[in-house]
C-alpha cells in the first residue's frame, strides 16, 4: 500500500466507513510508515478535541439558551391564554347560529324529510278532468273528512 | 401594554346582522316557496296478505282502512320534488311506471296539478287536479303483486 491511498484509507477510518479488513491492511501499513502513522496519530485526535470544544461551546451558550427558550415559553403559554379568553362577541356568537339552525330544522322537517308521515291538512280537492286511454276511471269522494279516489281500472282486474 | 386585536371583536353591526339573520331567513322562505309547489308521492302496495298497516303513512292510515276492503298497507317507495310552476317532475312507480306531475298556475292558497301517470307508452290516467296547499288525493288501482298500487299524491 503506498503512502497516498493510506491518507485516503486513514480519512474514512475517522468517519468509521473504512471496512474491517481495510483497516487491517492499514494496521500494517502504519507500523512500517511513521508518516502515515503520525498522520493517522494527528487526524484521529481531531475528533475528540472537536467534541471536547463544541461542549464548551455548549456550556457556554447555556445560560443565553435557557433564557431565550425560557421567553419562548412564556410567549407560547401568553398566546394560549389569549385563545383561552373568548371574546365577548365569539362567546355568544353561536346564539344565533343554533337559532337560525333550529328554525331551518322546523322549516324544512316536513317538506324535504321522505320519512314524516303523511299529515294532509286538507281533503278539498277539484278535478277538473279526468281521462284514460286504456283503462276505465271511476272517481271516488266520500266527503270531507275522506281523501278523494281517482280508481283506474283495467280490464276490470281491480 | 398588548392592544386587542381589532379583527377578532365583532361590531355591532355584525351583531345586529347575526340576530336578525334567522328573521331574515324566515322572511326569504315563504316567498320563495310561493313560487314552487313541493309534490309528495307516495306508492302504497294494498293487499289482503297479512294485516299490517305501515306506520309511515301517518294518519292517512285510518283512512285508508275505511276507504278500502284490504288488510295490509305497505309504503313501497316515496318520492317529494320542489316543482316551479310549468316545469315538469317525473316520479318512477314501481312496475316501470312513472308518473309525471306539472304544477299550473293557481289563485291564493290552492295549487293546480297537471298528472299522468303511464305505463310504459300506455296512457293510465290523465287529470288536472284543484287542491289547497298541503292537500291529497288518491289514485289507485294498477294491479301490483297480489294486490294494488295506491298512490298517495299530495302538493305544498
Known sequence: MDCGTAVGKILAKADGLLPRQEEAELAGHLAGCPACAAE??????????????TGIRAMEKA????AMWTRVRAGIEEKRETRRRPLWAARWVWIPAVMTIALLALLFYPSRTDRSPF?????DVAVEDVESDTATVALVDKGEDLPTVIWIIEDAKT | MPRPDPRGRAGA????????????????????AADTVTVDVGAVYAS??????????????????????YTSYRMLDRKRRSLSVGETGEFELPDRRSMRA????????????????????????TTTLGL?????????????????????????
Do not use: C, W, Y
Not at chain 1, 493517522?40 to 470544544?53: E, K, M, S, V
Not at chain 1, 299529515?119 to 281533503?123: L, N, R
Not at chain 2, 306539472?102 to 290516467?125: C, F, H, Q, Y
Not at chain 2, 298541503?134 to 302538493?155: D, E
Open chain 2, 132 to 156: 289547497r296547499r298541503g292537500g291529497m288525493v288518491l289514485v289507485g288501482g294498477p294491479p301490483h303483486q297480489a294486490g294494488v298500487l295506491i298512490l298517495i299524491i299530495s302538493a305544498e
Open chain 2, 13 to 32: 353591526p355584525e351583531l345586529l346582522f347575526l340576530l336578525l339573520l334567522p328573521l331574515l331567513l324566515l322572511a326569504a322562505v315563504p316567498s320563495e
Open chain 2, 102 to 125: 306539472t304544477p299550473l298556475p293557481a289563485r291564493g292558497d290552492k295549487v293546480r296539478l297537471s298528472i299522468r301517470i303511464s305505463e310504459g307508452s300506455r296512457n293510465l290516467l
Open chain 1, 63 to 66: 445560560p443565553a439558551l435557557d
Open chain 2, 48 to 69: 289482503n296478505e297479512g294485516t299490517s298497516i305501515d306506520p309511515a303513512l301517518g294518519m292517512i292510515r285510518g283512512k285508508l282502512h275505511s276507504m278500502f276492503n
Open chain 1, 119 to 123: 299529515h294532509p291538512s286538507s281533503f
Open chain 1, 40 to 53: 493517522d496519530a494527528a487526524i484521529t485526535g481531531t475528533g475528540p478535541a472537536l467534541r471536547a470544544l
